[in-house]
């Protein structure tokens, strides 16, 4: 009999028996010695809750809004690069489950699946994380691909100008295309079930730049272009750029400092994500959970707060909350649900997270998830 999945720990044991070590690793690892990556998480444990008796606990609804749309719970599914070699067609299935569970699904730039992929495979309108490259055209482009395929915000990503050093993809060597190492052969060779899926499907590059970028014809045309193409030189007149091309709900991604808060404030976005892209670039940045507050107190009147980083249950997403937050984004959690099993392991993610959300804030004496605020957390 199989041992029941209870928990976001379960999922990532699975998928890291099921994923190929190379993906798995660029998936669960930081930049570095992975201290913010780890503190993304551990920074939670601190944070206590009150817990209430003896009130009502019937009729509870997580339902609420991020950026202006319905969401069944605070929750939306973040951008992830290689998401579809997580599992084949990755991009596809969490946006499926994202679907079905009622809550927004976001698509990276450096996806496996293209927008178009996604756009013809879902029935409802989901976001597109945009990266700012040197080649202008090209990020016009993907702007208009957006546009085509009603795709309902924009996601800005400002924290990823140069690429910060994550030491296992090295030892790994992952690339495009990866090196087909002796070692990398093996492990290859005990994950049947993932090669199968591959091989079944003809989405295996960067489709959202293969056959779209100047120059790009083969795997490694694409490796040169994409390491060339991350502009360092991106600043706050490029954001204006970019919401004036965009038009619609722009989402900035990457905010960790209450002077950077001030500005995403003033540049007229719909949103920040306070985030420090899951501990990959900056390693001893604080964690998102630590900067939450301040720039909650900066600028939570101005523009709507989110937060993304370490989220790996739902009292994460209720502490998060509490603190501020209007919502959460969670990556790692449903990429080792779609490791584990595609759009039926994304969708026990999403069921456990609702699960744990809603029966915490039942322990802490709320039915709506728009009364919980600060008044939850417990002061020592």
Request: aromatic share 6%; proline share 4%; net charge positive.
């Amino acid at each position: 009999m199989a041992r029941p999945i209870t928990s976001i720990a379960d999922l990532r044991a699975i998928a890291k028996r099921r994923v190929p070590r190379m993906f798995y690793d660029y998936c669960d690892s930081g930049a570095w010695t992975e201290s913010t990556y780890r503190e993304n998480e551990s920074d939670f444990v601190p944070i206590k809750l009150r817990q209430r008796v003896a009130v009502d606990m019937r009729n509870r609804t997580l339902e609420t809004t991020m950026v202006g749309e319905t969401v069944s719970m605070p929750v939306a599914i973040a951008p992830t690069g290689l998401t579809g070699m997580q599992h084949a067609d990755g991009e596809i299935h969490a946006a499926r489950a994202a679907e079905k569970a009622g809550i927004p699904f976001t698509l990276s730039t450096m996806s496996i699946c293209s927008i178009e992929d996604v756009a013809e495979n879902t029935s409802k309108p989901f976001w597109f994380q945009l990266y700012v490259m040197r080649d202008r055209d090209f990020v016009m482009n993907l702007i208009r691909r957006a546009k085509a395929a009603k795709c309902s915000a924009l996601v800005l990503t400002l924290d990823l100008q140069i690429l910060g050093q994550r030491h296992k993809d090295v030892v790994n060597g992952l690339s495009t295309p990866p090196r087909m190492t002796i070692p990398n052969i093996i492990n290859l060779a005990t994950k049947p079930r993932w090669c199968l899926n591959m091989l079944r499907t003809n989405r295996r590059t960067f489709r959202n730049i293969a056959g779209h970028a100047k120059g790009v014809t083969d795997l490694r045309s694409l490796s040169s272009w994409t390491a060339e193409q991350f502009d360092p030189a991106l600043s706050w007149d490029d954001v204006k750029w970019i919401k004036d091309q965009w038009g619609g709900k722009l989402i900035l991604k990457g905010i960790l400092d209450p002077e950077d808060a001030e500005k995403a404030a003033a540049s007229g976005a719909d949103a920040l994500i306070v985030s420090n892209h899951g501990g990959r670039q900056l390693d001893g940045a604080i964690s998102s959970i630590s900067a939450l507050p301040a720039i909650v107190d900066a600028v939570g009147d101005r523009i709507e707060v989110l937060m993304d980083g370490g989220i790996r249950s739902g009292q994460d997403v209720i502490k998060a909350v509490a603190l501020g937050a209007k919502g959460v984004f969670i990556g790692r959690s449903f990429l080792y649900g779609l490791g584990a099993g595609g759009e039926a392991g994304v969708t026990t993610c999403l069921d456990i997270i609702r699960k744990e959300l809603d029966i915490t804030m039942a322990f802490c004496g709320l039915r709506d998830i728009k009364d919980v605020d600060g008044r939850i957390i417990a002061r020592r």
